[in-house]
């Protein structure tokens, strides 16, 4: 099975700032990698898929980028709607395994 | 605009049963993978189980294996998850999903199930 190491498990971060979270596979996994963010008490949202693709309807201050096994989420000038917590899924083979999550909380 | 329903969720105890079942309407069922995913109260997601469209192959978990069964019946847009041996860890909301590119485009509300004695 792959497994998919995410990090930070959490961060502090202001509106305004550019924030970072990565995924590392532990095997290639090509760019078969998406990210959710998931609200308290709410269904996970897809924000990218094929590592760099933009879901419809999500900001442009989310970016993905990597191949293989090292993978990045961007998420530049930091809003007030993105304090949430965001998790790594690979859909390279079963099983598909989710990435511990990073929970961004405000400074 | 593409609709997912679960129902069946609820409290059982330890060793019991449950089947839960996702409605699906507003897309061509048949036509996609189906999966379920769970999430334990306080934690991360988990991806729990797959049924192809094409050939109704199923994966599981390894935390589930053995226990669980999704099965599907694309006459009534149904998914379903059978789930037997119920344990404690097992309390979770458990969501169906799917993808039309990759995976996770929609997923349904979700519904809890609680394994108390």
């Known amino acids: 099975d792959i497994q998919m190491t995410q990090s930070p498990s959490a961060m502090s971060a202001s509106v305004g700032d550019t924030v970072t979270i990565t995924c590392r596979a532990s095997?290639?996994?090509?760019?078969?990698l998406a990210w959710f963010q998931q609200r308290p008490g709410k269904v996970p949202k897809r924000l990218i898929y094929?590592?760099?693709s933009l879901q419809s309807g999500v900001p442009s201050r989310f970016s993905g980028s990597g191949s293989g096994t090292e993978f990045t989420l961007t998420i530049s000038s930091l809003q007030p709607e993105d304090f949430a917590t965001y998790y790594c899924?690979?859909?390279?083979?079963?099983?598909?395994?989710f990435g511990g999550g990073t929970k961004v909380e405000i400074k | 605009e593409v609709q997912l329903v679960e129902s069946g969720g609820g409290l059982v105890q330890p060793g019991g049963s449950l089947r839960l079942s996702c409605a699906a309407s507003?897309?061509?069922?048949?036509?996609?993978?189906m999966s379920w995913v769970r999430q334990a109260p306080g934690k991360g997601l988990e991806w729990v189980s797959v049924?192809?469209?094409?050939?109704?192959?199923?994966y599981y978990a390894d935390s589930v294996k053995g226990r669980f069964t999704i099965s599907r019946d694309n006459s009534k847009n149904t998914v379903f998850l059978q789930m037997n041996s119920l344990r404690a860890d097992d309390t979770a909301v458990y969501y169906c999903?799917?993808?039309?590119?990759?995976?996770?485009?929609?997923w349904g509300q979700g519904t809890l199930v609680t394994v108390s004695s």
């Open positions: 999903a799917f993808g039309v590119t990759g995976f996770g485009d929609y």
């Open positions: 507003r897309f061509t069922f048949s036509s996609y993978a």
């Open positions: 049924i192809r469209s094409s050939d109704d192959t199923t």
């Open positions: 095997q290639g996994i090509s760019n078969y």
């Open positions: 094929a590592s760099s």
């Open positions: 899924l690979q859909y390279n083979s079963y099983p598909l395994t």
